[in-house]
């Protein structure tokens, strides 16, 4: 199955070449429509691509998993959205000009936790990793520590978070840091959301990223 999503370039101006591209996953009870805020943050010359997770919530919306009865995910439905997802990063660059060699995965709370995991599962097909309000996914067959060999991460927490301990944001930043990531981990007064404190400081490591500049 093909995720849905939503594709547009960040500006109308002419474009050279192929574009880097970032892969904005939404959060549990989100769709594609969830992410478009994100989208600001970027100047131009980049491909925008919003997917939809593939399970329907009953409140409403959609998840990258369903959840076991113990409420740990379902490693079936994870690695599955994780396949879909590597579907999207192999085939997009085949229909749009996008350069399959800067791909940025940026995700919010259990969309962080995606971009994370695939960050970890599949670190050639990325060149660099945003995560707010997220964390790794409990896995009875976790990823490991490879070698990251300075990928670029950002995470940013709210500390008074009431859906994800900001525990969960600092060991993630421990697992990327311990696996030679460049880290740039950001905590701030607030809870399950993105605060101003964190968007700036996404928007100045963005514009660091002169691998990624169009």
């Excluded at 740039?184 to 500049?213: D, P, S």
Aim: glycine fraction near 12%; proline fraction near 10%.
């Amino acid at each position: 199955m093909t995720l849905i999503y939503h594709i547009r370039r960040s500006d109308e101006g002419p474009l050279e070449g192929k574009a880097p591209a970032a892969l904005l996953l939404h959060g549990w009870g989100g769709d594609e429509g969830s992410m478009a805020i994100f989208e600001t943050a970027f100047g131009p010359g980049w491909w925008l691509v919003r997917p939809r997770a593939p399970y329907p919530v009953p409140q409403g919306g959609y998840a990258w998993y369903t959840t076991l009865t113990d409420g740990k995910p379902d490693p079936a439905a994870l690695s599955r959205s994780l396949a879909q997802l590597i579907q999207l990063l192999d085939e997009l660059p085949q229909r749009f000009p996008i350069d399959p060699r800067r791909w940025l995965l940026v995700g919010f709370s259990q969309g962080g936790a995606m971009a994370a995991w695939l960050a970890l599962q599949a670190p050639e097909r990325i060149a660099g990793l945003a995560v707010f309000s997220g964390f790794l996914p409990e896995s009875p067959s976790p990823p490991g520590s490879p070698a990251l060999s300075g990928l670029p991460v950002f995470v940013a927490h709210g500390l008074d978070d009431p859906l994800v301990p900001v525990e969960r944001a600092r060991q993630l930043c421990r697992q990327f840091h311990l696996s030679g990531a460049e880290t740039t981990c950001v905590e701030y007064a607030g809870g399950h959301k993105t605060g101003i404190e964190a968007w700036r400081a996404f928007q100045a490591w963005l514009g660091r990223m002169n691998h990624l500049r169009p």
